[in-house]
């Protein structure tokens, strides 16, 4: 920002002008809003809770790193040279071969390197597949020059955060990226979008791309959706995909829809078990082919992780002279591959004056500074250096120079590095206005990986003219397809989906429950009162029915907890490692709703954050806060209500919400069913009050009440709450109304229909349904069991059957995982001498 | 010599498996040693996707995929070679006298010429050098192949050596080790397969510096005298060869402590097994699965050959 004469450098003065322009409240409260858009997004959110996102950002920094139209010509111009370069080296070490030939290379570190797949090289005419994009790491040396540091061509990462990040920004300082004049990042995305089509020209239609994830276990997960819904591609996993015909195809729930490019973010090793690594399990069986045959293409194509090799650094200046007849424009620090004797000599005497780069055999690097190393680190080091030279690269060490950073309110100089991003787009290469600018440690060195970030920010390259809007829409005329490879369905997701709508009416459920629990004193259970306390008992055995934790408040030990609930009550709300608690149904549903990520409107998404919020804030409950719960448990059902209604009102009628509403009426049909069971088939002959408590919890809980004092005055009875509850097809609160929407949900999703036959989860259904029907109160009150209805407990077990039933025949057709890869037995070769 | 090879992959599934991909390395290759006549892949079930490319060693790769519901799957690889005892050497010029000042087949020598980018087939040679998946180099390796490079010994004389010393230190165990049974096992336990034998040795070569590659192929049994031949006793082999500048891949088979000749038939070479296995696949199953391997090496003779010929 400063010039060493301490004036400002000019590209700062007008973003300096606008922060003069504004006060400091006003600073912090943009500051807080874009920190929340930016969590609201989920960018920090893991389902292992650990902040992924955050240890790959590190801290937000609203400061911008401003980059001048100068610096970003010189570094568009390298950048575009290293995208050429990168394709000549991968062209021809994958075919040609000249650069082993001609001994520029060293054959170790490119055979002996694990990223160099050797069932991808091309032998004869065919040339290997084209790069399509890289990520770089670019910084200005304390010195003032310029230098690309690496390049990641193997699933480069950051660039959703990029995305992310400015649109953020531009939400809450758009008056001043204006006035800057920063360039629009969808300038890159438009034609990343037609670059990437193109990879597999001639298909007579529009280009099916999808964006491959390891999942959402994965670091950069996050960023991987975050693409798929800006983009528009679907975002899949290896067994979405299958190979047919040497080609790839999507697995949707009724069909298989053809993909032409996959933009990949799994490691290239990892994509074929067939001809890649085997033991993986994961992976396209058989992608390796499709792609030799020309029938999908990688972004980037299998092998590209050979380039990001730590050795290939130190011979980049003289491959680019071979390869390009031209100078390596801004080049990164000196490096040396040990491997060879004239470089190792020197290395061996000052291993501490270089940045270390270990090849593991695993493929990844790790990189220590030789000055922080201790005296035994570096003996060490150097006895490792005689004998498996080959497995290190030295590096100078170079420190990036600093840029301003907001910490605890004052302006710091940190050292910052740039991610930036270049793609091919035809003959020519195009590199985004734009990225991310990362701080490190003062002091650490380049190459260190990975990289200590303590924080990250926008990164503005400043145009000279006023910066007009791009649309990412596509042309008129190519509607039809875009509208079908959105509205395609995978069996991933609708698992997902699916899931998601039970957890979401488990949770809501047991909430309600709970708060009738919970709406009486707990000490009820130790009540003088002979009706109140048995009332109180069945109250807490439906929990432990419903949650199935047993023993709970049912088997052996029963007993005790019903006289000190609070214990098991407590576990049964906060515990997130008890299956079926309030806390681990939530962190199950945020889970599902996570691995379809790119699914919810930001809206849903917001609710889904705090619903996650709210879940872990469930577990820090104590016993002597179960009282305060009721609150806590009202304000749950509330956000409950909220995401069920922005199902309702904001998704649109396809598989996908047949799904998820599928799957919520299941769960609420079976926890109607588990009530009822629990609180409405015993016999209470002779005790009203017990009866009447009874009658009015399990109204209460299905949220009834209302409806049934209006109807019926206050005349309480089994038959007429049966009728509202069980019977009433227009009460949505009922197990009549889930039934006839289910019949309806399952009649809508896609079947191979044989004559007028119904398949059998409808049959289950319709069965289901029928029975409830045909079931009069009256019959279903006949007291022909000294303990207990009967045909009410008859009637609720077979539907629960059928419904658990047809839930099993659902998972099988529509989510088809059951069939795992397995590798054939190998033909162990043994020939008796 | 004439041979006619059958070597079928049987295997049976408990369960249907709906989609199989599979990668073969089963055609023969053409050697300066061994001409390929005729070669005929048959898959039962018949497959919907079939195509044939060369790897980087320049194998022939069959990749081919069943796409509907089966209980079996066989390949059939039936090939007709024709080996040559005394082949023309190519692109290896005559040694340079003046290059070196060490005895032209001195290990110092040979691995001195190893690393000259003048070297014909450089790349082709070198890749062989290299640790690979299943070939670890160390100390331990170099050193067992130490005792076998005597000061003054040529390096063919000693590569005679290493060998038999494997054939004598080594016990041929079925079922002692796996595919995946790291050489440093082997190395200790002294059992294995001929497919350990071959990369014990291949490691220890490269160890010490020298370009070692595996060959997969098959052998020829001879039936006990006075026995009549039974069928499928013919098995898939694998042994080693290794690069001497000046004189090429000269082929050691440690397992019957013999220079792989006219019994020998060479289906495919690479860095190890991992690059080369007959017949290697993806299904789609929850089910168990079970193989069976048959290999029958047949010697045709001029008169016969019509008739063999045709059963190909």
Known sequence: MWKADGSIRPHWQTYLDALQDMSCEEFHRRHTEVLLLLREDGSTYNIHGEEAGERWMGRFDPIPFILSQEDWRRIQEALRQRMRLLQSIFHDLYGPSTLLREGVLPLEIVYGHPGFLHSCFRKGESSAPPLAFCAFDVARSTDGRWRVLRHLAKAPSGLGYAVEIRTAMARVFPEIIRDCKAYRLSHFFRPLRTGLAGLLPDRGRDARIVILTPGPKAQTYFEHAYLSAYLGFPLVQGDDLTVRDAAVWLKSIDSLERVDVILRFVEDIRCDPLELLSSSGEGIPGLTEAVRRGNVALANPLGAGLLDGAALLAYLPEVCRHLLGEELLLPGPAAWWCGSPEARAGMLNRPECYQWTEMAPGGELQSVDGESMSPEDLSRLKGRLQTSPERFVAAERMAPASAPSLESGTLLPRPAILRLFAAMHGDGCLVMPGGIARHVDPGAAFLDNPSPVTGSKDLWVLATEPQKHTSLWLQPGRVEESLRAGSILTSRAADNLFWVGRYAERAEGLARLLRTVLRDDVRRALSEDRSEREYFHLLLKSLTHITGGFPGFVGPGGHASLAAPEEELLAVVADPGRPGSLAATLQAMIRAAYAVRERWSKDTWRVLDDLEVKGRSLSHTRTEGLRALQHDLDQLVTALMAFAGLGMESMIREQGWLLLDIGRRIERALQFIDLFQSLLVQRHDGDNVLEHLVLEAALVTTENIITYRRRYRSYLQLETVLELLLLDGTNPRSLGYQLQRLQEHVAGLPRERAGYRLDEDERAILEASSRIRLAAPKWLTEKSHPQKYIHLENTLKKVSDLLTSASDILSKTYFSHIQTPQQLAPAIIEQMP | ?312
Not at chain 2, 297 to 304: K, P, V
């Open chain 2, 1 to 312: 010599m004439k041979y006619r090879v059958i070597h079928e992959t049987r295997y049976s599934y408990t369960e249907s498996v709906s989609l199989c991909h599979t990668v073969a390395h089963l055609v023969p290759r053409d050697l300066p040693r061994q001409k390929l006549l005729r070669t005929h892949l048959t898959i039962d079930p018949m497959p919907s996707a079939y195509g044939e490319h060369l790897d980087i060693f320049g194998n022939t790769v069959s990749y081919f995929a069943v796409q509907l519901p089966h209980d079996h799957l066989v390949v059939r690889a039936a090939s007709v070679v024709e080996l040559n005892l005394r082949p023309k050497r190519e692109g290896h010029p005559p040694f340079d006298r003046n290059a070196s000042k060490a005895p032209p087949d001195s290990l110092e020598s040979v691995r001195e010429r190893l690393r000259d980018h003048r070297l014909p087939d450089f790349l082709d040679v070198r890749r062989f050098m290299l640790a690979s998946p299943h070939v670890t180099l160390s100390a331990d390796l170099a050193a067992y192949a130490a005792p076998s490079f005597t000061p003054g010994r040529s390096v063919p004389e000693a590569l005679r050596d290493l060998m038999k010393r494997i054939h004598r230190d080594f016990e041929f165990v079925p079922g002692y080790t796996m595919v995946s049974t790291p050489l440093q096992e082997v190395l200790k336990h002294r059992k294995g397969v001929c497919q350990d034998f071959a990369h014990l040795a291949i490691g220890s070569l490269r160890s010490v510096g020298l370009a070692a590659r595996y060959v997969s192929g098959y052998i020829e049994t001879l039936p006990p005298p006075g026995k009549k031949k039974m069928r499928g006793a013919d098995v898939s082999h694998a042994w080693y060869a290794v690069y001497v500048p000046g004189r090429g891949w000269l082929e050691y088979d440690p397992t019957n402590n013999q220079v792989p000749g006219c019994r020998h038939v060479t289906v495919a070479y690479g860095r190890d097994y991992s690059d080369v296995v007959p017949v290697k696949g993806v299904i789609f199953s929850s089910g168990l699965q079970q193989l069976v391997v048959s290999v029958d090496m047949e010697r045709l003779d001029a008169e016969g050959k019509e008739a063999d010929d045709a059963a190909v």
